[in-house]
Nanobody, 125 residues
Framework: QVQLVESGGGLVQPGGSLKLSCAAS????????IGWFRQAPGKEREGVLC????????YYVDSVKGRFTASRDNAKKMAYLQMNSLQPEDTAVYYC??????????????????WGQGTQVTVSS
């Protein structure tokens, strides 16, 4: 059974950090690009960044550059999103998704094969 499960969300103060995890099961992660998306209250879901099978990251949101870093461990079937210097505008439900592709698109792709259920990140004092 194919499954993606996110964890690591929570409440953090502005300027704080969180590390999200995405656990994959039921398929081989090596051949998939991993995307991270978020959906803030009242807004559409947006692509944040993508990490390719060769660990190259493509950012789709300029405001997270230099603050968010994606990584992956194919052997453990895990993906991670390290988020630093969090701001209230980062508050959203964060999703991981995988696409059967070695590389990430230059622009946000919505052709992902599998999605996680999401984890809430709230940045507030």
């Amino acid at each position: 059974q194919v499954q993606l499960v996110e964890s690591g969300g929570g409440l953090v103060q502005p300027g704080g950090s969180l590390k999200l995890s995405c656990a994959a099961s039921g398929f081989t992660l090596d051949y998939y690009a991993i995307g991270w998306f978020r959906q803030a209250p009242g807004k559409e879901r947006e692509g944040v960044l993508c990490i390719s099978s060769s660990d190259d990251s493509t950012y789709y949101v300029d405001s997270v550059k230099g603050r968010f870093t994606a990584s992956r461990d194919n052997a453990k079937k895990m993906a991670y999103l390290q988020m630093n210097s969090l701001q209230p505008e980062d508050t959203a439900v964060y999703y991981c998704a995988v696409q059967y592709a070695l590389y990430c698109s230059d622009h946000v792709s919505w052709g992902y094969n599998y999605w996680g259920q999401g984890t809430q990140v709230t940045v507030s004092s």
